[in-house]
């Protein structure tokens, strides 16, 4: 008689979706003996999946990809649950670890990007066209993307809602007029307010994280078209006097595109397809979730007009 070894599997957010599902798989074994025909063969449900294991312990896990649960999870976060399977020799495990990614930043249709012509809608820009950054000067688009989204009704996208930053709910004037952004994208945060909770003079925040229910909150919209600006490295561009992130194209960036729209950007960085770290650095320290959430109720003053535009958010 044999002893049962736990199982262990892994699936991530975003990744290897098939058929709306992400999923995992194995075969259990004994550590000594023939577990052949020994399994109890049946179908367990989870809280975010269910597990199906046949008589010889091949099993396999599916959860569905658009469990809010599962999209609620960033870069780092995980969820976990465990399954208990038996055979003739006894019950063993089998944990499943789900892994979060970050959703891919974007701006809105409408949201207008200085360039050296002044500012122009998002949705009209193309590759090759100049933009103004922050950092440096004049810079070529490389490539731009865009997806419409219908999110009547659909409380399993919750995830891809945008973000509406109220005028003025970063620093008085910033933003210049009500700002819609995807919950991931991430804006600047600098001055005093960096320096006093982070030691920094600028930082970067990712609007989901900075959502305090006034100024910055989920936006119940039914559609929104999201627009992705990629250069050769990570840029902060100027929006309606707020200070924000270009697309940042490493592997938990193009996680959540179309396989189309991921060979676009390949084609542009070869590297990327192997090499998640190939693009470079982010233009800022990036702030993790409860490092922005500090921020998140010291930025619920009522919004503030008639400040003259600076270049970016103090």
């Not at 975010?48 to 999209?71: H, K, R, T």
């Not at 119940?220 to 840029?235: C, I, R, S, W």
């Not at 007009?305 to 600076?310: F, I, K, L, N, T």
Request: charged share 20%.
């Amino acid at each position: 008689m044999g002893i049962p070894i736990p199982q262990t599997g892994t699936v991530t957010e975003d990744t290897g979706v098939v058929g709306g599902f992400i999923t995992a798989s194995g075969d259990a074994d004994y550590y000594l003996g023939d577990d052949t025909g020994e399994w109890t063969a049946e179908t367990i449900g989870g809280t975010y999946g269910s597990l199906e294991i046949d008589a010889n312990g091949v099993w396999s896990y599916a959860a569905d990809n658009a469990n809010p649960s599962i999209q609620a999870l960033d870069t780092g976060d995980t969820l976990t649950e465990v399954f208990t399977i038996t055979s003739d020799a006894g019950t063993t495990s089998v944990t499943i670890t789900i892994n979060g990614v970050d959703e891919p930043p974007c701006f809105t249709r409408g949201t207008l990007i200085e360039t050296p012509h002044g500012a122009r809608p998002v949705e009209d820009l193309r590759a090759g066209d100049r933009v103004l950054t922050a950092d440096n000067g004049v810079q070529r688009i490389r490539w731009t993307g865009s997806k419409r989204i219908a999110l009547a009704g659909a409380e399993t996208d919750a995830r891809l809602r945008p973000v509406r930053l109220r005028a003025g709910s970063i620093a008085p004037g910033v933003p210049a007029q009500d700002m819609l952004v995807s919950p991931m994208h991430r804006v600047l945060i600098g001055g005093a307010v960096s320096q006093l909770h982070f030691g920094r003079d600028e930082v970067l925040a990712a609007a989901r994280h900075l959502v305090n229910g006034q100024t910055i909150f989920v936006d119940p919209v039914p559609e929104v078209e999201y627009f992705h600006l990629l250069f050769d490295t990570h840029q902060i561009l100027v929006t309606m006097n707020l200070a924000s992130e270009s697309f940042y194209p490493g592997g938990v960036g193009l996680s959540a595109f179309e396989a189309e729209m991921r060979e676009e950007v390949f084609s542009l960085f070869p590297d990327l397809r192997s090499l998640d770290g190939a693009y470079g650095p982010a233009a800022r320290d990036v702030l993790k979730r409860h490092e922005a959430q500090v921020l998140a109720q010291s930025l619920t003053k009522p919004p503030q007009s008639g400040v003259g535009p600076s270049r970016r958010a103090a």
